[in-house]
């Protein structure tokens, strides 16, 4: 077993694995240590326990499972996916990074959601409705699921408990019967379905065009608070080696590559820069770097001055580099 990095420093062992759908397979993972996250958060994982990492959404709502469990989509050639869901079994143990990403109703606090989800997107979001079903049961949340067809609908158990509690539609592509809708999530099907859209949160997760369409319709139904996660699309196409920018530090004798929506501190320390963090989620104030040149974005400034983010300041920990960047 391959000892503990910077990057991936939770050990926890496969307990079972689940079908979910014919391509996708949730890991059930017990941990023995103190693991935080947020609902809707993804880990990175070591792939055959080497130091390369791929990022899977940690579908289980914090503190409401004995596991800790990781959905899966086997992508056709994903060096991860294809290790974690045909060749790792029961009794074997994964590297975890710390919980990552802001895509989180906890980040964006409202009474009222709606979360739109298409194929594996539905990760964090079943993540985040279970979570929100036993913390806070008072929240109107609704949730439109568009899927290829009813055989591919992910987490079709946790649907029906949570069916009494929130409003579920699903599209299906092919196939739909019953209560499933046929075709695609429309503008005029989103209108029918969500007359109250602007007085909604509305988050969204799944490929990155189908994002894009939902965030064009939803404003244009007037929705002001509208969230999408980053993580899964680059974090597919960095599975199959696409997706990937240039990051130059003065401890690096030349840049390194490092995938799009992976933090600057998950990417420095896979390279093997030491930085000084404690939290990992944008509090301490521990990994305050300088970034000279670049496009970034971040979801946590906390601990810096208005003064120090105009100067390129940043928390490495919430810090995600949108191109190549320069680290002064
Ligand atoms: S490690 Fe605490 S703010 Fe980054």
């Known amino acids: 077993m391959a000892t503990a990095s910077p990057l991936c420093p939770y050990l926890m062992q496969v307990h079972h694995i689940s079908q979910e759908t014919p391509d996708v397979w949730t890991l059930s993972l017990i941990n023995h240590d103190f693991y935080p996250y947020l609902p809707g958060q993804y880990a990175l994982v070591e792939v055959n326990n080497s130091r390369t990492v791929r990022a899977y959404t940690l579908s289980s709502p914090p503190g409401g499972s004995r596991f800790v469990t990781l959905t899966v989509r086997r992508l056709a050639d994903g060096q991860g996916s294809g290790w974690l869901t045909q060749r790792v079994k029961p009794g074997d143990y994964l590297w975890l990074s710390a919980a990552q990403g802001d895509f989180s109703c906890v980040n964006h606090v409202d009474n009222r959601y709606l979360f739109l989800a298409a194929g594996c997107g539905v990760t964090p979001v079943i993540s985040m409705c279970r979570w929100l079903a036993a913390h806070r049961p008072r929240v109107d949340v609704q949730v439109i699921y568009c899927v290829r067809s009813p055989r591919d609908i992910i987490a079709a158990a946790a649907w029906t408990d949570l069916g009494h509690w929130l409003r579920l539609t699903v599209f299906a592509e092919q196939d739909a019967a019953g209560d499933i809708r046929p075709g695609r999530l429309t503008r005029d099907a989103l209108r029918s379905l969500a007359p109250d859209i602007a007085a909604r949160t509305v988050m969204?997760?799944?490929?990155?065009?189908?994002?894009?369409?939902?965030?064009?319709?939803?404003?244009?139904?007037?929705?002001?608070?509208?969230?999408?996660?980053?993580?899964?699309?680059?974090?597919?196409?960095?599975?199959?080696?696409?997706?990937?920018?240039?990051?130059?530090?003065?401890?690096?004798?030349?840049?390194?590559?490092?995938?799009?929506?992976?933090?600057?501190?998950?990417?420095?320390?896979?390279?093997?820069?030491?930085?000084?963090?404690?939290?990992?989620?944008?509090?301490?104030?521990?990994?305050?770097?300088?970034?000279?040149?670049?496009?970034?974005?971040?979801?946590?400034?906390?601990?810096?001055?208005?003064?120090?983010?105009?100067?390129?300041?940043?928390?490495?920990?919430?810090?995600?580099?949108?191109?190549?960047?320069?680290?002064?």
Not at 236 to 262: C, T, Y
Not at 291 to 300: F, K
Request: with cysteine; hydrophobic share 40%; aromatic share 6%.
């Open 204 to 328: 969204a997760c799944g490929p990155a065009p189908w994002m894009a369409q939902q965030e064009t319709d939803a404003r244009a139904l007037g929705a002001e608070r509208f969230w999408q996660e980053r993580f899964h699309t680059p974090a597919a196409e960095a599975d199959a080696g696409a997706v990937r920018l240039k990051i130059s530090h003065p401890r690096l004798v030349q840049s390194v590559d490092a995938p799009v929506g992976v933090s600057l501190l998950a990417s420095l320390e896979s390279h093997g820069v030491a930085v000084n963090a404690a939290c990992r989620a944008g509090v301490c104030g521990c990994c305050k770097t300088r970034i000279a040149q670049g496009p970034y974005r971040t979801t946590s400034a906390m601990t810096l001055s208005e003064q120090e983010i105009a100067e390129g300041y940043v928390l490495a920990c919430s810090c995600y580099p949108l191109g190549d960047i320069v680290v002064a």
